[in-house]
């Protein structure tokens, strides 16, 4: 059973960056599609960004893109969340999820189609 546990979150100022870490265990990243959401106080999950498992594939929401990286290391056995130019907008708690699919060359970020997730993190961008 595939366990993941962010990390990285914390309290930002405009334009400043984080970098979020998803780890796995139980099993490895590489068998995984991997994404990232984020739920903001009153609202609902949103899907943020996503790797497929065979890597070939990066999707990111418009909201985030060229603001947000994705990555993946297969050694540490782990999915990054680059943030970069934050904005108050982007304050949530985020969550990283797995859906099983080895070699998938797609990715898709509905909360429905992922069945393992993190306990979340919360990402504050405020002066």
């Known amino acids: 059973q595939l366990q993941l546990v962010e990390s990285g979150g914390g309290l930002v100022q405009p334009g400043g960056s984080l970098r979020l870490s998803c780890a796995a265990s139980g099993s490895t990243v590489d068998d995984y599609n991997i994404a990232w959401f984020r739920q903001a106080p009153g609202k609902e999950r949103e899907g943020v960004s996503c790797i497929a498992a065979s890597g070939v594939t990066r999707h990111y929401v418009d909201s985030v893109k060229g603001r947000f990286t994705i990555s993946r290391d297969t050694a540490k056995n782990t999915v990054d969340l680059r943030m970069d130019s934050l904005k108050p907008e982007d304050t949530a708690v985020y969550y990283c999820?797995?859906?099983?699919?080895?070699?998938?060359?797609?990715?898709?970020?509905?909360?429905?189609?992922?069945?393992?997730w993190g306990q979340g993190i919360q990402v504050t961008v405020s002066s």
């Open positions: 999820a797995a859906d099983w699919g080895p070699h998938s060359l797609m990715c898709t970020v509905v909360a429905g189609r992922y069945n393992n």
